[in-house]
Every structure is written in structure tokens, then in C-alpha cells.
């Protein structure tokens, strides 16, 4: 009886000493976990030089690779089209020397200029323009071939050599469309404006909106418009580009007046 006692009673000692070993162990497990976790040390100063550089190297790099892409973009537009529009024109010769077995490339493309070349000398006669004008009064009779061939027709004229069939005159600049704003234009053709106290001239200024084919047309003074030493091609390129092209400087040119107060044959009359 007194054996079994003793071991009973050993028994609730050794699980308490167990207890209290494992109650250490966890308090010691306790004491670490609370104890502050080793902070991670400082960047270094070579740290942070290195991802200055990298950053420094990145923006050279983007830099330099946009830099690229806009110095070749026109270069690469201007080769397509370049390329486009020489295989384009000579398809148009080329199948003539192919079938008498001349295969050269560029051969029709050269071709096709020379024969511009001709037709242009051919219409500056009188012959080429009277069959010019045959071929007008036939396409003009045509339902919708004609609106298509008038709209073409005023786009070349306006970048016409001839001064005499050029639509666009000269370059004009007028107040539009507030006072203190400016807008580029084209003078198309001038009028007189009769009234009990003078005449007074006014051009027709075409001012292209989005394209250089759609715009407004108005009616300004001649005093007021302000005529830039700008030539013809050059207000073109300013009006397709956006203003991209325009010149630092621009001066206006000196007006000639008229002489004698008289009244030219191609100029409009209007009475009020």
C-alpha cells in the first residue's frame, strides 16, 4: 500500500516538472518572439549610387531610343511612300517592256515621268489646250464623274505653277476669329464694293478649317489683310503640318497699290 502511494505520487511530480520544463521552454520561446526582430541595416551609400545610376542610365536609354523613333519615323514614311509610288507608276510601262522581254526595274517609273514630262509641254500649246478643254466639257456632262473631277481639279490648281489658272493668289493672314487672333488663309480673288462714298476693295480669303480643302471663305478689306513673305506651297505646308513648318520670322511684304483707281476685268463689281 505504501509502494503504490509513493508512485502515485511520483507520478503528478515528474508531469510538473515536465510542465514547468515546458513552461520554461515556451516563456524562453516567449522572450524571444517578444523580444524586437533584427532590423534590416541601412542602405549603403553604393546602394543607393547604383540606383541612382541605373535610374540616370534607364531615362538616357528611353531618351535616346525616342530620340531615334522620331529621327526615322519621316525617313521610314518617306521611303514607303517613295517606294510605294514608284512601283505604283511603274506598273503602268512595265508590262509593255516585260512582254518585249525587257525586265529592268525603274525602267517604266522613268518612263512615266518622261511622258508627264511630254504632256505637260503638249497642254501648254494651243492644240493640247483646246483638246483639254474637249475632254472638260464631256466629264462635266457626266452626273458623278464631274463633282470628282471639279474637286481634284481646284486642289492642283491651287499648287498650279501657271499664275494664271493658280487658285490661291498669295498667302494672307486676317483677324479671325476674334480681335487679337490671327488665322493663315489664301487670297482667291478680289472685289470692289461700290458705295455712295467710294468703292472699296475686298478679297476673298479661303481659310482652310481640318483640311486644306474645307474652309470658310470671307470677305476682308484689303487694308486689313496682312500679306506674308510666305509663297504659296509654303501656306500649304503650314496648313497640313499644323503649324509645325511655320517660321520664326515673318515679315509682310510691301502692298503696290492700285493706279489710276481703276478696276481690272478679272474683278467682281458689287453695288450696294
Same mark, same amino acid.
Given at each position: 500500500m505504501v509502494e503504490e502511494k509513493e508512485s502515485t505520487s511520483t507520478t503528478p511530480l515528474s508531469q510538473t516538472s515536465n510542465n514547468n520544463n515546458n513552461s520554461n521552454n515556451v516563456n524562453g520561446g516567449g522572450d524571444t518572439q517578444g523580444e524586437d526582430p533584427i532590423k534590416s541595416p541601412p542602405n549603403s551609400p553604393a546602394s543607393s549610387t547604383r540606383k541612382a545610376c541605373y535610374v540616370v542610365l534607364q531615362s538616357w536609354v +528611353?531618351?535616346?531610343f525616342m530620340t531615334g523613333c522620331v529621327v526615322l519615323f519621316p525617313v521610314a514614311v518617306t521611303f514607303f511612300i517613295t517606294w510605294w509610288f514608284i512601283q505604283f507608276v511603274d506598273?503602268?510601262?512595265?508590262?509593255?517592256?516585260? @512582254?518585249?522581254?525587257?525586265?529592268?526595274?525603274?525602267?517604266?517609273?522613268? #518612263? +512615266?515621268?518622261?511622258?508627264?514630262?511630254?504632256?505637260?509641254?503638249?497642254? !501648254? +500649246?494651243?492644240?493640247?489646250? #483646246?483638246?483639254?478643254?474637249?475632254?472638260?466639257?464631256?466629264?462635266? @456632262? *457626266?452626273?458623278?464623274?464631274?463633282?470628282?473631277?471639279?474637286? !481634284?481639279?481646284?486642289? !492642283?490648281?491651287?499648287?498650279?505653277?501657271?499664275?494664271? #489658272? *493658280?487658285?490661291?493668289?498669295?498667302?494672307?493672314?486676317?483677324r479671325h476669329p476674334r480681335v487679337g487672333e490671327y488665322a493663315f488663309g489664301f487670297i482667291t480673288s478680289s472685289v470692289v464694293l461700290q458705295r455712295d462714298n467710294g468703292d472699296e476693295e475686298l478679297c476673298s480669303v479661303y481659310v482652310p478649317t481640318n483640311h486644306l480643302y474645307i474652309g470658310d471663305i470671307f470677305l476682308v478689306s484689303s487694308e486689313e489683310i496682312i500679306r506674308p513673305n510666305l509663297s504659296i506651297r509654303e501656306g500649304i505646308e503650314i496648313i497640313v503640318s499644323g503649324g509645325m513648318t511655320m517660321p520664326q520670322l515673318i515679315s509682310p511684304q510691301e502692298r503696290i497699290p492700285r493706279q489710276n483707281n481703276r478696276i481690272p476685268l478679272n474683278r467682281i463689281v458689287i453695288v450696294v
Open positions: +528611353s531618351k535616346k506598273g503602268f510601262f512595265s508590262p509593255i517592256y516585260a @512582254r518585249l522581254g525587257i525586265n529592268i526595274f525603274g525602267l517604266g517609273f522613268i #518612263t +512615266s515621268l518622261i511622258f508627264v514630262f511630254f504632256v505637260g509641254i503638249f497642254v !501648254s +500649246s494651243w492644240m493640247g489646250a #483646246t483638246v483639254i478643254w474637249i475632254g472638260e466639257w464631256f466629264i462635266k @456632262r *457626266m452626273p458623278f464623274v464631274k463633282h470628282i473631277y471639279s474637286a !481634284s481639279k481646284q486642289i !492642283s490648281s491651287a499648287i498650279s505653277p501657271d499664275q494664271n #489658272t *493658280m487658285a490661291f493668289k498669295e498667302v494672307a493672314i486676317i
